[in-house]
């Protein structure tokens, strides 16, 4: 679906999240657009305790546009996963179109594979201070048997 997308942005959603807050968007949009921010892959808008164990740098927060956020470790799974990630999340065009289809990315977890071929690129993940969803899925999803 992302190569029918004609915006410079694309939001990626999933079916087992709850958004909680407003403005999760244009406050994804602020960090991306900040000069300098041009290797931030996309934004998590989990917020830094929901992370699924993947390290936020704590020592340093950011700021765009009076958005807070912190960036994600790069070197989070034996130094190779640095944060990209298919939960619901604004991101590139671009930057999507460098890579290039995901599905063409062949061999084990794909998230892990794009993470590293964005890592080798430079890139980074944010997240978003505080939350703006909660996951409710673990292991259900609509498309699952009697789920729907």
Not at 18 to 40: C, Q, V
Not at 74 to 85: A, I, N, Q, R, V
Not at 111 to 125: C, P, R
Request: hydrophobic share 30%.
């Amino acid at each position: 679906m992302y190569a029918r997308v004609e915006t410079p942005y694309i939001f990626h959603c999933e079916d087992d999240w709850k958004f909680t807050r407003p403005d999760f968007i244009d406050h994804s949009m602020a960090i991306l657009e900040k000069p300098g921010n041009e290797k931030i892959v996309q934004v998590w808008i989990r917020g830094e305790k929901d992370t699924n164990g993947h390290p936020v740098l704590k020592d340093q927060k950011y700021e765009a546009d009076g958005v807070e956020y912190y960036l994600l470790s790069t070197d989070y799974y034996m130094g190779c996963y640095g944060g990209f990630g298919f939960h619901p999340g604004l991101r590139r065009l671009c930057d999507w179109q460098l890579i290039g289809s995901y599905t063409e990315v062949s061999g084990g977890e794909v998230e892990y594979l794009v993470s590293t071929k964005y890592i080798e690129l430079g890139y980074a993940a944010a997240t978003l201070l505080p939350s703006y969803m909660d996951h409710t899925g673990y292991g259900r999803h609509s498309d699952r048997e009697g789920l729907i």
